[in-house]
C-alpha cells in the first residue's frame, strides 16, 4: 500500500524535525497519525496540536493491527520493538526519505540542498512564496519562527522540501526546481571523501530534465565540475540582486540569494517589491543563531545549529563583526565521534576564534564507534592554540560554565545535539 491510500500511519521517531513535519502534512490530508519517540518536546507537541495521537517510548503496543505504513527515522533501528511489531504484522515499513519520496512524486517540488544553508533558505523560500499567495506546502528542517512551525499547509500542488544528502536521501525525491546551495566533505560516516558527496550531487543534478531548472553557484570548485552534460537550465543564484534582509552574515545574504533565485525560477511573476518586503521581515528559524535572551549577570545568549567546522567559523567571525570589543564565550555539543575524528584539526582551529569554549561529551545521534576521539582530546588541542577551554561533563556544568559570563560577554550554545536545552534553562531560571 502507499501513503497516498493509507488510512492510517504511524510514525516511529516523529519527534525528529522532519518527521514530526511530514506527520502534520498527512495529518492535514486527513489520515489518521499515531507515532512515538523516545522523549517529549517541541516537536510532539507540534504533532499534537495538529491532532496526532503521539506517546513517548518504543512499545509494540503503539502499532495497531489496523496501521497501514509505518514511517520511521533513520535513528530507529530494526531492533525497535515497534518496527518488529510492524513485520510481524506484515505492515510496509518506510523509510522518511522513502516516504518523502512517494508524497513528493505527485507533486511540483522544489528541493533545497547542501552542505550549509539549506534550512535557512528553505525557510525563506516558503516566506516568499507563502506571502506571494502562491500557497505552498512546505516541510523546513527547523522550527520557523514566522509560523511557528516546521510544516506549512499549502493547497497541495507545490511542495516545498529540504533534502538532505546522506546516505543518498536526496535521491529519493524527483524535483522540478533543485537547489544546491554549496558542497562539502561532511557525514564522514557515509561518505569517504568531497568526490563521494559531489558523486551523489551528480547523480540529483542529472536526474533533472530539460524542462527543469538547477539553482546553483556554477563558479564554485566543489559545484562547477558537476554541470558538464547537465540537460536542465542553470541559474546563478548568486547574482541575484536583493535588499536588506533581517538575517546577519554574508552567509545568510547567500541563503537568501539562493531562496530568491529559486522564487523566480517557479513564477517570474513574483514582484520585487514582495519578496524584499518578505526578506526584511523574514523571523529566522529555530536553532539558527536564535537570540534567547539574557543570562541572570547580563551576558547576551544566543543558540545555533552549526556543528560542521566551516559553520562554526563563519557563525563566529559573524559573531565578532557584530559584537565588536565584546568577549565570545561558546558551549559546544560535538555531534557525532565520526564528524569529530574527520574534522578534528579543523574544529579546534574553527572554535579558537572564541575568547572562552566549554566542551560538552560528544552527542551520539546513532550507534557509531568512537573512533580515538574524545571531547577532552578536542579542550587539550584548543589549549594548545593558546585559547581558554574547558571539558564540561554535563549539562549541569554548562549551566554553571554560562553563569560565570557577565555583561561584556556574548554566549552561544552550539551544535547540532541538544544543547539548546541547556541555553532554555538558563533563559527559564534566570
Known sequence: MNIKDAKKVHFIGVGGIGMSALAQLLISEGKHVSGSDREDGKTLDLVRESGGDVSVGDNKDNVSDDVDVVIYSDAVGVDSEERKRAKELGIKQLSYFEALGEVSSSRFTIAVSGTHGKTTTTGILTKILFDAAMSPTSIVGSIMSDFGSNFISGDGRLFVVEACEYKDHILELSPKILVVTNIEFDHSDFFKDLAHVQKTFKTAIDKLGDGDILVTNPNDAS????????????????????????????????????????????????????????????????????????????????????????????????????????????????????????????????????????????????????????????????????????FLPSFIDARSFIDGAGKNDVVITMGAGDVYKVADEVVENK
Open 223 to 390: 559545484i562547477k565540475p558537476l554541470l558538464e552534460g547537465v540537460r536542465c537550465k542553470v541559474v546563478d543564484y548568486t547574482k541575484e540582486e536583493v535588499g536588506d534582509i533581517s538575517l546577519k552574515g554574508g552567509f545568510n545574504l547567500m541563503n537568501a540569494k539562493a531562496a530568491v533565485a529559486a522564487a523566480r525560477a517557479y513564477k517570474k511573476e513574483v514582484k520585487k517589491e514582495q519578496i524584499n518586503k518578505s526578506l526584511q521581515e523574514f523571523k529566522g528559524t529555530w536553532r539558527r543563531f536564535e537570540f534567547k535572551g539574557n543570562t541572570l549577570n547580563g551576558a547576551v545568549l544566543y543558540d545555533d545549529y552549526a556543528h560542521h567546522p566551516s559553520a562554526v567559523k563563519a557563525t563566529l567571525e559573524m559573531v565578532q563583526n557584530m559584537f565588536e570589543g565584546k568577549r565570545i564565550v561558546v558551549v559546544f555539543h560535538p555531534h557525532l565521534h565520526s564528524r569529530t575524528k574527520e574534522f578534528f584539526e579543523e574544529f579546534a582551529s574553527s572554535l579558537s576564534i572564541a575568547d572562552k569554549i566549554g566542551i560538552l561529551p560528544i552527542f551520539r545521534a546513532r550507534a557509531e564507534e568512537d573512533f580515538g576521539v574524545s571531547s577532552e582530546l578536542l579542550v587539550d588541542a584548543i589549549k594548545s592554540k593558546g585559547v581558554d577551554a574547558t
